[in-house]
């Protein structure tokens, strides 16, 4: 069928339906030419400032959680009886060496294993509340009071606890919880802050590069450990949790949530009255037909039928719509399988140098590094990769394949520590770097579905939801890897790593074939994940008072 609009460049499998106003309704994908005519985003001294204040903030999270993971090995001591007189043994143990919180290491093993599957439940559960407030609530004060109240916990835990030699496992139960859902206020909200300000079109370099924060603080926090390591394992979560402390002040001080409130416009948004507005080029249009409201994909605010423009009063999603948007499920369960092996990565990678290749614990911490390093560089190539090829998806599923091989070189590698480094940042290339680009560039991607266009005030709920099924998934693997490990041995722990690597990939094979299938049909997208999932018509961008119209 043709229409009048085929003229202005836009091909027919481009269209789905005809309205009965006689305004076709037509895919999220825009053309080439809508594309160019598109305004491109300039970059301020405030976009600087918020990608290093937010790459800080959330940097200073992972170093206080690296800090926990690097001392397990020397908590464990501490907590178990060691004999200071080797020539004339006096029985108990606790005569000579007073923390017999544990009779042996093998037992408090697995209590660390237990603090660890705490937190992440408990971060986990908190994900999937926080995103939902951030988007409703300001998010400079939602991160100062998160970053502000888990450092108080993060030096209570670790430092408190061993200076008045006050060990009680409810208590470190209950801190670690309570430090879960305070630290799950961070991610949704500063991935939501990021999308505000950087727009579709440099999202996945942009996002690669700033995702490393988190292992740029796991490595951070792993140098700072180990060199305090000789002082007392309580100096690291007092080092870590005062940083944490003090950049909570910077953020409630320096942090700009929006451009709008330093006068900028939104990334890409176009004003009412602009040349591309009153272009002839088609125009992501729709008609509300409860409020008579023509909703347009390149304007920021809905515009009525008389021309007028409409308040921009646009209520945030809820979490059921956010749930039910297009590839949310799907990579939330690719996620969860995901970050089950990244996070056991870094919760018990120094343990197992430490432990079953018998190196210090600080060259462990050291050699640990490699693989956050790997995981930057990873998710850095990995996101400049998918933004050329506008597909996020079909660049995932090739790195977590070679990740799979990645593992079984490792796990069968020979105990050298510079073939061990290089083999763990291959392994955090192709683990780490997905990881990156799924919990960062993909939920912003998500949270900005065309469907919801013209309200920013989804991503952290979209991004909670997903990084809070993977946490749920990384808070079953720490139950699971120190049992794999105490009844079989470190190869098979390596062995699951790659099923659950397998499971990823499976999880996101329908994306890479919608990828692939609809690469021949429509044109190249700023909204790389939107290629690969199927949004239906368009709906009323306003959420005034009705819910997303979901296609059935």
């Known amino acids: 069928m043709d229409f009048p609009f085929t003229n202005s460049g836009i091909n027919n499998c481009d269209l789905i339906a005809m309205e009965p106003t006689g305004i076709p309704v ?17 970059w301020t001294y405030h976009h600087a400032s918020v990608f290093c204040l937010t790459f800080i903030c959330y940097a200073s999270f992972h170093a206080t959680r690296k ?3 690097n001392v397990k090995d020397d908590v464990a001591d501490a907590w178990t009886p060691s004999p200071a007189n080797g020539s004339h043994p006096v029985w108990p143990n606790s005569t000579w060496y007073g923390h017999n919180f544990y ?3 093998d037992s ?7 603090l660890d599957a705490v937190f992440l439940f408990s971060y986990a559960f908190g994900l999937f509340f926080s995103g939902f407030f951030a988007d409703r609530l300001d998010k400079r004060y939602i991160l100062a009071f998160g970053m502000s109240a888990s450092s108080i916990l993060v030096l209570l835990f670790g430092s408190v606890t061993e200076w008045t030699h006050f060990y009680s496992r409810p208590f470190y139960l209950a801190i670690w919880c309570v430090n879960g859902l305070l630290q799950s206020l961070g991610w949704p909200t500063v991935v939501a802050v990021m999308g505000n300000w950087f727009g579709e079109g440099s999202r996945g370099f942009v996002l690669g590069v700033w995702s490393s924060c988190a292992s740029v603080g796991n490595v951070f926090g792993a140098l700072l450990v180990a060199a305090l390591l000789d002082y007392g394992y309580e100096y690291g979560f007092l080092v870590t949790s005062s940083i944490l402390f003090a950049m909570s002040i910077v953020i409630f001080f320096g942090l700009v949530v929006t451009p709008t409130d330093v006068g900028l416009p939104m990334p890409f948004a176009t004003e009412p009255d602009s040349p591309t507005a009153g272009s002839s080029v088609y125009r992501d249009v729709q008609i509300d037909r409860e409020d008579g409201l023509l909703t347009d994909a390149l304007l920021p605010n809905p515009t009525s039928l008389n021309g007028k423009s409409e308040p921009n009063n646009l209520k945030a999603i809820s979490f059921t719509q956010a749930v039910l948007l297009p590839g949310v499920i799907t990579y939330s369960l690719a996620y969860a399988c995901l970050k089950l092996v990244n996070y056991a990565f870094f919760f018990w990678l120094p343990f197992y140098l430490s432990n079953a290749l018998k190196w210090d614990d600080s060259v462990a911490d050291d050699i640990s590094t490699f693989y ?6 990873g998710g850095i190539l990995g996101g400049l990769l998918s933004d050329w090829l506008h597909q996020r998806g079909i660049v995932v599923a090739p790195m977590l394949t070679l990740g799979f091989g990645s593992l079984f070189l490792y796990t069968n590698s020979p105990r050298n520590k510079a073939i061990n480094s290089f083999l763990l940042a291959v392994a955090g290339f192709f683990i780490g770097g997905p990881a990156n680009l799924i919990s960062a560039a993909i939920s912003a991607d998500l949270g900005q579905n065309p469907m919801i266009r013209g309200s920013h005030r989804a991503l952290a709920t979209v991004t909670g939801i997903v990084d809070g099924t993977g946490s749920v998934g990384a808070a079953f693997g720490q139950y699971l890897v120190p049992l794999i490990q105490l009844h079989f041995d470190w190869h098979w722990v390596f062995y699951f790593f790659m099923f659950m690597l397998f499971l990823t990939v499976v999880c996101l094979s329908p994306v890479v074939y919608k990828e692939g299938k609809q690469s021949g ?4 997208s700023e909204d790389p994940v939107w290629q690969s999932v199927d949004t239906g018509r368009h709906v009323n961008t306003s959420f005034s008072d009705s819910d997303i119209d979901f296609p059935s």
């Open 103 to 105: 009779p042996t290491k």
């Open 521 to 524: 049909c429509q044109p190249r």
């Open 372 to 377: 956050d390093i790997g995981g930057i560089v």
């Open 108 to 114: 408090s093993k697995l209590f660390l294993g237990t």
């Open 67 to 69: 800090c926990f993971s």
């Open 26 to 42: 037509r895919s999220p994908h825009r053309t080439k030419r809508e594309r160019d005519i598109q305004p491109k985003q300039t």
